[in-house]
């Protein structure tokens, strides 16, 4: 199946001039749903992943999936204050002013292989905060994988020496 | 594996006299995680499970795995202003206040069967107004299963008609 085809577009949302991609289309169908899972997680099967990074909130519904898929755990960013545990933190900027993520500290083993899990990849900015969290809790960063590449903001170069993978290329 | 030794309690979180019941070591925990997923979905193999209803955000982290293990789709519930196609959405009162939760007009089409899934049940007030919302949809519910039921809280009174699971209770 081609998952495009189950990606419904929204002109001018969440704000004008943005073509926003909504893959609500391809979670509702079971058999496409099934088919991204399985595409995220083929290239790391026999890996040994420990951890797979969910980030908050779209990135949630797909890797805890692909965790289940692989016999892996989930580990959590979140926006700022939604940890309820001690947490790193990493702020990256935005187009207007920053954000800040956050993990808790005994979210990623030293020397656990991870992969890292979310929805789209546009700018880069908040994987790349993403990986260094990881890389500072002593994780062993295994790939990036994304349903969906924007690859016209040219995401790729914020995360070097990452593997990157995509499904659906824009 | 007994489930609620890999859940962490953070007294007074988010406020004092909340004793917060943090998933996070559970989620990280590969084999805990797996033993979840796979008893929440376990009731509903063979019942023929179109669509897993996630709850933003904490139920997401749930309902797609198990959406995975049946075979099914994965509808969202998310707060007001975060979908971005055209909505239906319910109110609901807080201890102090309200909030508002959202779906897709078209995230459960009539006669789908359709399961409930999210972290926790507290009061009920969340899972009260998504089920409304599926109704309303024409899904026919036949089930909600949670990962935590906090028994004090009464939120079974909430859901009738709905048979509800619950397998960590406090």
């Given at each position: 199946m081609d998952l495009k085809s189950k990606i419904r577009e929204i002109p001018?949302?969440?704000?004008?001039g943005v073509n926003f991609k909504d893959i609500a289309p391809l979670l509702q169908d079971a058999a496409a749903f099934k088919q991204a899972i399985d595409e995220l997680a083929a290239p790391y099967?026999?890996?040994?992943?420990d951890v797979v990074v969910a980030i908050d909130a779209r990135g949630f519904l797909l890797a805890t999936a692909v965790a289940y898929k692989l016999d892996a755990g989930v580990a959590l960013v979140r926006k700022?204050?939604?940890?309820?545990w001690k947490t790193i933190n990493r702020e990256y900027a935005l187009e207007y002013g920053s954000n800040i993520i956050e993990m808790h500290e005994d979210a990623v083993k030293p020397g656990q292989k991870v992969l890292m899990v979310d929805d789209v990849l546009a700018t880069g900015g908040t994987m790349e905060a993403a990986v260094w969290m990881v890389r500072q809790l002593g994780g062993e960063i295994i790939g990036a994988s994304f349903?969906?590449?924007?690859?016209?903001?040219?995401?790729?170069?914020?995360?070097?020496?990452v593997e990157v993978k995509e499904l659906v290329i824009y």
């Open positions: 001018d949302w969440p704000k004008p099967i026999g890996k040994q992943v700022k204050g939604k940890l309820p349903l969906i590449g924007l690859s016209f903001l040219n995401g790729k170069e914020k995360l070097s020496g």
